[in-house]
C-alpha cells in the first residue's frame, strides 16, 4: 500500500499546490475553464497559511497527490444561519485519481477535522453536488449531514454541515 504524508504546504510549494488545485477544480467543473482563479487560490498563502483558513496536502514520495483546506465561513447562502457560530467552509478536496478508494481524502479530512477542533471550530459546513459520483456519501461517512438542497435543476447544491461540539460531547459521555 502507498504511504502518503500529510501536511500543511510549505510557503515553497504554494505555487504547485495552487496550479493544482486549480487543474482539478477545472476539470471537474469544466463551465469554470475561463474563469478567473478564485480569491483563496489567488490569495493563498494569506488565505490558508496566515489567515484564518487553514490548508493540507498530501504527498507520495515528495509527488502532490491531494490537497484539502477550510476558510471561515462567509454568510452568503441566506438559508443558512450561522452567525453566532464558530463555523469553517471545508474547500478544494481533490485527489488524484489514482489514489481514490484507498482513504486518502477521509485520512486528509480528518487531519483537517482534527486541526479545526484544536483551533475552537464549532461547526464544520460545506456544499457539494450529485453530479459529483460518491461526494454526497462520502461526506455522509465522514459526519457530515445534509440540511439544504437547492431547487437549481443543474447544480442541485446540496449543503452539509458537521458539528464538531456535539461530537465531542458524545465522546466524553463515552469516556
Known amino acids: 500500500m502507498t504511504q502518503w504524508i500529510i501536511q500543511p504546504p510549505s510557503h515553497g510549494s504554494i505555487r504547485e499546490v495552487v496550479a493544482f488545485i486549480d487543474s482539478a477544480r477545472r476539470g471537474l467543473f469544466p463551465m469554470l475553464a475561463d474563469s478567473p482563479m478564485p480569491k483563496d487560490l489567488a490569495h493563498f498563502a494569506q488565505t490558508y497559511l496566515e489567515g484564518e483558513g487553514h490548508f493540507l496536502e498530501a504527498r507520495d514520495q515528495g509527488r502532490l497527490i491531494a490537497g484539502v483546506g477550510y476558510l ?3 454568510q452568503r447562502f441566506a438559508q443558512l444561519d450561522y452567525h453566532d457560530k464558530r463555523v469553517v467552509e471545508v474547500v ?3 485527489v488524484l485519481p489514482e489514489y481514490r478508494r484507498h482513504g486518502l481524502a477521509a485520512a486528509l479530512f480528518a487531519a483537517l477535522r482534527d486541526y479545526a477542533r484544536a483551533a475552537a471550530v464549532e461547526c464544520l459546513y460545506l456544499h457539494t453536488h450529485p453530479f459529483l459520483p460518491g461526494a454526497i456519501r462520502f461526506w455522509e461517512r465522514q459526519g457530515f449531514a445534509v440540511i439544504d438542497v437547492e431547487d437549481d435543476p443543474v447544480w442541485r447544491t446540496t ?5 464538531l461540539a ?7 459521555e463515552t469516556a
Do not use: T
Request: glycine share 6%; no cysteine; net charge negative.
Open 72 to 74: 471561515p465561513y462567509d
Open 92 to 94: 478544494r478536496l481533490f
Open 159 to 163: 449543503h452539509m454541515e458537521h458539528w
Open 166 to 172: 456535539i461530537e465531542a460531547v458524545g465522546l466524553s
